[in-house]
């Protein structure tokens, strides 16, 4: 007598269950990852192999560079409630008063170059207006006109006021200069840090790789 021969179908997965995973860590990625800012004065960092990470809170950016053919400087602060103090506080020393929605809108921008009397028409643009190639005239340091050396007693004096209240201990100071830039640039800042007594800073450099032996 023959035999049957049975037919033997393809085996086939159900791949649902993992396609619903799939998308659901996709999805999740997307809603927690944090986007990152565009830089409002870009600069090539000097090459270094040190790799040193910079703290994600308490850090103050000074970044040197030219923007439009001129030397400029921008100022970082990475706490939202530091810059929402420290603009406070640069109102009253000047006696420049900004509103309320002007207010909130700086305390999102984390890095600026625009003289005092200039802030307000900058604080009103949109990010990406904002951030073009020469809008912002960078922050006065002149012998006349020093408002960086102003932001920088502010915002270690804001700082000061809310240590008193959580204990966030001193800020940490970090000078981005372009690997490009003149040095006396570079020393400007230091001079204006070490005036007030901040000795201890860091300078943000770009990985190379380390020679081989």
Known sequence: MAKIKTRKNAASIDMTAMCDVAFLLLTFFILTATAKQPEALPVVTPASTVQTKLPETGLITLTVGKD???NKVFMGIKDRDIRASTLKLMEDKYGIKFSPEESAQFALIEEFGAPMQDLSSVIKMKSADR??????????????NNQLKDWIYTV?????????IDKRGQLNFAIKGDAQQEYPQIR???DILQDQDINNFSLVTGLRARPKN
């Open 68 to 70: 439009a053919d001129k």
């Open 131 to 144: 951030n073009k190639t020469g809008v912002q005239a960078g922050i006065p340091l002149d012998s006349l």
């Open 156 to 164: 270690r004096q804001a700082n000061a006021d809310m240590d008193l």
């Open 188 to 190: 400007k800042i230091m």
